[in-house]
């Protein structure tokens, strides 16, 4: 019975600690830290990816401790209620190949892109604006970018018009002063469904371009230091 409660205790600390909503990053960030933080970290851009995913972040070889993965958590928090104030910005958080907690951010294609379109619309360009201002005040971190698509037409059709929109809004970051360093974008065309593609509602929300904000090694470095405010 023991060694069933342990198992169970630890796949809900692998798999769950991103979903708790009544846990803040903070809070997270500390129990990841006291948990074992590398070895969950590891496998955790799989888990983002069903299984399948790119890792979010890049591995740097840190270990989330305690205090680290605290103050991480507590940065990430700050910058996460401030990107709720975007018009069309859904915001989540998640967990970084560190182990350190991050931010996710959905613009559905609706709200960025008009139909079978790269280019960005005023609305999207005032969202846009607004977000490069947080990463601008928040410069400890890296920006993946994907963009993703139903899956109606080819694949090549796909993955171009997924590229395409990832990197116009890269481009648009850049243009809006966030440095290009910080940014990587990919098009992952209709592999990464969140839901159905067998009925229009379910096509509309499988095409968004999805934004992953994760400490960078500065942000890390003076987390473990103890300095990061």
Known sequence: MKKTLCLLLSAMLMLGISGCGSMNNATKGGLLGTGGGAAIGAGIGALIGKGKGAAIG??????????????IGKKMDKQAEELRQIAGAQVDTVTDVNGFEGIKVTFDNGILFGFNSSTLGKDAKASLDKFAASLLNNPQTDV??????????????NEKVSNARATEVQNYLTKAGVPKARLTSQGLAFDYPVASNDTEAGRAQNRRVEIYITA???MIQAAQDGTLK
């Open 58 to 71: 890049g591995a740097i070889g840190a270990v989330a401790g305690g205090v680290a993965g605290t103050l």
């Open 144 to 157: 993946q970018i994907y963009g993703h698509t139903d899956n109606v037409g080819t694949r090549a059709a």
């Open 216 to 218: 960078n090694e500065d």
